[in-house]
């Protein structure tokens, strides 16, 4: 049986060729509907007291940690995080590949509240990811219809859990509208998502660029904000493989604080909501999606290291969507090292 979450990992770093509902599975990423069993809940394991000093002071700092994954039962995301020693985490609200899921149960909820507070997570230091179909800019009405009711749903889901963003990617036009079309037609979606919801931030992921896929450049994402009514619940996370993909060239301290800077000119840093860190399987400006262990990629670790020495990353979820999620944990060392040096 395939439950929320089972497997995802394989798929995780591929964009859909653009054409909404019907995926093109890549060559050389293994197929997620491998059989997979069920994780096992881990057990808990004791926070440093430094974790709790830092909860507890309400100090900034960084919010480290990983797209974790929810088979089981959303409320193990939680307890998954802390066993990678994460100071934050990302996750699906419902399975990333389906239309539909079945409503959480207050039991769920509610133990998926106990398990955040047990753990010292709040709500900003997580950052839920939309299912990967909805796609905000397509033209066709009906299709746009059935990813507005899932990003509907989804949104439920995270005020259901006391979350307060919501992760998207743009979405593409299909080559069937232009892209400023396309901007505005996420831009009203959004604006009739937030006009049926409270609570909940829509933060518009920057893509690679595959295919028709909107938000490859900041001027795209600059569009998309522009035509939301309101600007304090709207957010952009930067992932820095599809930033690489997409031709930012961030391989260099200059070279990552440079884009940053132009971020920052065209959209704004406040609207920075979080980030994915992830090295690159392909090259620069490949326009391909396809995510790397940190250091062992296009990318490579400098960037990494530059992330972890900035101000202007704490208090926004930085969480990895890098492959292999046997070293998660010493990836999540290695850059608590960095912001330590
Ligand atoms: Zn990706
Ligand atoms: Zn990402």
């Not at 090295?279 to 400006?285: R, T, Y």
């Not at 790397?292 to 900035?310: A, P």
């Amino acid at each position: 049986m395939l439950v929320a979450g089972g497997c995802w990992l394989g798929r995780m770093g591929d964009e859909s060729d653009g054409i909404d509902g019907k995926y093109v599975w890549k060559r050389g990423v293994t197929p997620y509907l491998i059989p997979h069993p069920p994780h096992p809940a881990p057990a808990p394991a004791p926070r440093t007291f430094e974790f709790w000093f830092w909860i507890v002071s309400g100090v900034s700092m960084y919010y480290i940690g990983a797209h974790v994954s929810v088979s089981g039962g959303v409320f193990n995301a939680p307890l998954r995080a802390r066993e990678l020693d994460a100071s934050g985490f990302a996750m699906f609200v419902k399975n990333q590949r389906q239309w539909v899921a079945k409503p959480y149960t207050a039991e769920e909820i509610e133990e998926f509240k106990l398990n955040m507070a047990s753990c010292g997570f709040t709500a900003g230091q997580v950052l839920p990811h939309a299912g990967y179909l909805i796609n905000l800019a397509n033209p066709d009405d009906e299709a746009h219809a059935k990813s507005m009711a899932s990003l509907m749903d989804e949104i439920q889901r995270c005020e259901q859990l006391g979350l307060t963003m919501l992760n998207l990617h743009p979405g593409s036009h299909l080559r069937k509208i232009t892209v400023a079309e396309g901007c505005d037609r996420v831009a009203s979606s959004i604006n009739t998502a937030l006009s049926q919801s409270s609570g909940v931030k829509i933060v518009i992921e920057n893509t690679a660029g595959t295919g028709g896929n909107l938000g490859s450049n900041f001027e795209e994402i600059k569009a998309i904000i522009d035509g939301v009514d309101d600007k304090s619940r709207v957010g952009v996370c930067i992932d820095t493989m599809h930033s690489f993909g997409a031709g930012y060239d961030i391989r260099t301290r200059d070279g990552f604080l440079s884009v940053m800077d132009h971020f920052d000119g065209v959209v704004g840093m406040d609207y920075l909501s979080g980030m994915h860190l992830n090295d690159s399987m392909v090259e620069l400006n490949a326009r391909r999606d396809r995510h790397e262990s940190l250091g062992k990629g296009f990318l490579g670790i400098e960037v990494f290291k530059v992330i972890m020495q900035d101000e202007r990353f704490k208090n926004i979820p930085l969480a990895l969507e890098t492959p292999n999620e046997a070293i998660w944990k010493q990836e999540i060392a290695l850059l608590r090292e960095f912001s330590r040096s």
